[in-house]
């Protein structure tokens, strides 16, 4: 019972016991008056009458009193279970100004901080959801028992509907690296580092398991997968460079020594010898170049300078610039028409792509006897209409299966033809880079037998040209030969 309530009390007690000696001292006062002689039973009995009355009227007293504050003490109680069921909510309504509405005012106030705590904890926990949502690794937390208790974004995709909260981790997840390396942070409270490559096919992730100070792990997926490609791809690159390199300068190296240990060598064997030598070196020579061109288009800094230029320009000037070429090899160029529309294009890095594709042409696609170049516009309804440019042979073509790699660098159909024809497997990537620059995208198109068609887009300029410089429709074909 606090102080203020006790006195409360108190001070209804003596005021029944006040009351009482009123009722006594009126009673024994009309007593004296009403009898000189009283005799001690009458006396009794009005004694035990006021007792009686005075306990008539202080029970009720008492009764509201300790109902008042019985029902106060209950809301309290109720207010105490609300709090503890997580309704941070609930506040306590009391008018009375005592010790029991001061400790209200105090669970009022504690319930306000608490409040404010948690949702301080739930933004922080919200924000740190966001965060490592937003991280490119995969990352999952577990409880001591092994079961998951959080997730991110990146670990649910991986994981698709397996991985949820409070289902064991060897449920959620297959791969037996990663399962180990959890295993052991959870069994020896230590960083356990591994790579899985089962989790996702095709894709290899490096392992980190670290054990959390309050009991569990959490594991951590980083995607290797393009690191891995690109560090292979640089693996196979230096052991192409290696091969073709090493290829011409053993018959150079050969022929040299052959030479120099005949002191009197036949002119005919001398000179059969420098040409192939010469051949070699003019290999050796063009693999440099292309080496250096393709250095510069895959490089960060490759800038190109496009400007308008009509689309029949662009074939008109490739094709004119392979004249001789073409004209040599004893090859027909079909030319299949362009529209009169100006593509955004840097006339010499066009030049070097319809050179590549054209002598390409020339190379694997002799046996058709001709090729053809064409543009036609694409009707699409994008922003930015396209022109689609097409170089195609009529030879023997291309196999669906090396349709997709013959872009990549040193990529052969066949590699005893392409040496033969002294190709350095570099013309195609060096071409894919340069449209790609331009914003372009490049494609190949085969049937064994039937030839094979390359093509690529440039994007239209929205401008019209001036009228003085728009001419009249290109001839449906015109011929090279």
């Known amino acids: 019972m606090t102080r203020k309530v006790f006195?409360?009390?108190?001070?209804?007690?003596?005021?029944?016991?006040?009351?009482?000696?009123?009722?006594?001292?009126?009673i024994f006062h009309q007593i004296v008056v009403s009898s000189t002689i009283a005799s001690l039973p009458v006396l009794g009995r009005e004694a035990l009458f006021s007792g009686v009355a005075a306990i008539l009227v202080a029970f009720p007293l008492a009764a509201w009193f300790s109902l008042s504050i019985?029902?106060?003490?209950?809301?309290?109680?109720?207010?105490?279970?609300?709090?503890?069921?997580?309704?941070?909510?609930?506040?306590?309504?009391?008018?009375?100004?005592?010790?029991?509405?001061?400790?209200?005012?105090?669970?009022?106030?504690?319930?306000?901080?608490?409040?404010?705590?948690?949702?301080?904890?739930?933004?922080?926990?919200?924000?740190?959801?966001?965060?490592?949502?937003s991280m490119q690794e995969a990352v999952v937390a577990i409880t001591r028992e092994g079961n998951v208790s959080w997730s991110n974004a990146v670990m649910r995709r991986l994981a698709g509907t397996q991985i949820k909260e409070g289902r064991s981790l060897v449920h959620s997840i297959r791969d037996p690296d990663i399962l180990n390396c959890a295993a052991i942070a959870l069994r020896n409270r230590e960083v356990r580092y591994g790579r899985a490559s089962t989790l996702l096919p095709g894709s290899i992730f490096e392992i980190n398991a670290a054990p959390m100070p309050g009991g569990g792990a959490v594991v951590v997926l980083h995607d290797v997968t393009n690191v891995e490609a690109a560090e292979r791809s640089r693996r196979?690159?230096?052991?192409?460079?290696?091969?073709?390199?090493?290829?011409?300068?053993?018959?150079?190296?050969?022929?040299?020594?052959?030479?120099?240990?005949?002191?009197?060598?036949?002119?005919?064997?001398?000179?059969?010898?420098l040409q192939i030598i010469l051949k070699n070196s003019n290999r050796m020579n063009r693999l440099t170049e292309d080496l250096l061109e393709l250095a510069s288009v895959e490089s960060p800094d490759y800038r190109i300078a496009p400007q308008p230029i009509r689309a029949s320009t662009l074939l008109d000037d490739a094709i004119e610039s392979l004249a001789g070429m073409v004209v040599d090899s004893g090859i027909v160029m079909e030319f299949g028409g362009?529209?009169?529309d100006s593509v955004l294009a840097d006339p010499d890095a066009m030049t070097q792509v319809f050179g590549n594709l054209i002598e390409n042409a020339m190379k694997y696609g002799k046996s058709g006897g001709r090729i053809r170049v064409s543009a036609r516009k694409l009707e699409t309804e994008t922003e930015f209409p396209q022109i689609?440019?097409?170089?195609?042979?009529?030879?023997?073509?291309?196999?669906?299966?090396?349709?997709?790699?013959?872009?990549?660098?040193?990529?052969?159909?066949?590699?005893?033809?392409?040496?033969?024809?002294?190709?350095?497997?570099?013309?195609?990537?060096?071409v894919k880079h340069i449209v790609q620059a331009h914003g372009g995208r490049i494609w190949a198109e085969s049937e064994l037998g039937a030839g094979a068609a390359f093509h690529f887009t440039l994007r239209v300029v929205p401008a019209a040209l001036p009228a003085n410089e728009v001419s009249e429709p290109q001839a449906a074909v015109r011929t090279l030969s």
């Open 388 to 430: 689609e440019f097409v170089v195609q042979d009529f030879g023997a073509g291309i196999a669906y299966e090396h349709l997709t790699r013959i872009f990549e660098r040193f990529y052969r159909v066949d590699k005893a033809r392409s040496r033969d024809s002294g190709g350095t497997g570099l013309g195609l990537a060096i």
């Open 236 to 273: 196979d690159f230096i052991a192409n460079v290696s091969h073709e390199l090493r290829t011409p300068l053993t018959s150079i190296s050969g022929y040299l020594e052959t030479l120099l240990e005949d002191p009197h060598p036949r002119p005919e064997t001398t000179r059969e010898f």
């Open 7 to 26: 006195y409360k009390l108190l001070g209804a007690f003596s005021l029944l016991l006040v009351f009482h000696a009123v009722v006594m001292e009126a």
């Open 70 to 133: 019985s029902q106060r003490l209950r809301r309290m109680v109720k207010f105490a279970h609300q709090i503890a069921e997580g309704d941070l909510d609930a506040r306590l309504e009391d008018r009375f100004h005592d010790e029991i509405s001061t400790m209200a005012d105090a669970l009022n106030a504690t319930a306000a901080r608490l409040e404010q705590s948690f949702s301080e904890l739930e933004n922080r926990r919200a924000e740190l959801a966001a965060l490592l949502d």
């Open 338 to 340: 362009a529209p009169n």
